[in-house]
């Protein structure tokens, strides 16, 4: 286990160093800032996909310890606005992680054409792209970030489902995919996620959906959503 003291020290100065565009794991979100807004500027959507809180931290500065799974810090959400709650951060590049997302795993309905097991194996390659596993480094991430990307990829492809529907003329297609849709903006995980104005332009889109009306300011590119 690191110091967590040093680690705390290191993780607090990497928070100020990040600031880039991102893909979400599910690719569709198009342009985002990391854990702090959305494309738009308008809205603040916390732990959109695992990459949107994932902080790199070289292990020369943190210490060998930070290869360690469980860091044993937490999120500090009244200090760092892109931490979502006292959940602990993980490193994603450590033996075991894919067995923590793989627990995460919900079991809710999902469009045909996609599954479960299928948004897992994302949701890790994902998380282990970074240069920083491969050079045997550390990646960290809070445990929440996990819950945050398998709603995100539901929320993804039920919004696709229901432009598929809409493309076809398929009313009860669309009308179905909107519920679920709606069901997502309701959870309390998009709560929790939900820095400001999420949900408010998330129903809106459910309720588009819902008209048979495709919105044009929705952060999912369906082109890039697997299915």
Request: a negative charge; proline letters at 3%.
């Amino acid at each position: 286990m690191p110091d967590l003291d040093d680690l705390s020290h290191t993780l607090a100065a990497a928070r100020l160093d990040v600031d880039r565009d991102l893909a979400s794991i599910h690719g569709a979100l198009i342009s985002a800032q990391l854990g702090t807004r959305a494309r738009s500027g308008r809205r603040k959507r916390f732990g959109i996909g695992l990459a949107a809180i994932i902080i790199t931290v070289s292990t020369t500065a943190a210490g060998t310890g930070v290869l360690a799974l469980r860091t044993g810090m937490h999120g500090q959400p009244s200090r760092f606005t892109e931490d979502v709650d006292r959940s602990e951060w993980l490193n994603v590049c450590a033996p075991g992680y894919a067995e923590v997302v793989r627990k995460h795993q919900p079991d809710g309905p999902l469009p045909g054409g996609t599954s479960w097991d299928v948004a897992t194996r994302a949701l890790v390659t994902q998380a282990q792209s970074s240069s920083y596993c491969a050079n045997g480094e550390g990646s960290l991430q809070q445990e929440t970030a996990i819950d945050s990307g398998y709603l995100f990829w539901a929320q993804s492809s039920w919004f696709c489902a229901g432009v598929d529907a809409i493309h076809s003329g398929d009313r009860s297609g669309w009308v179905a995919a909107a519920s679920q849709l709606q069901s997502i903006v309701d959870s309390d995980l998009m709560a929790k996620v939900d820095g400001g104005g999420v949900r408010v332009h998330d129903a809106r889109v459910a309720s588009s959906i819902k008209d048979g009306k495709i919105p044009l300011d929705s952060d999912i590119d369906c082109s890039k959503v697997d299915r």
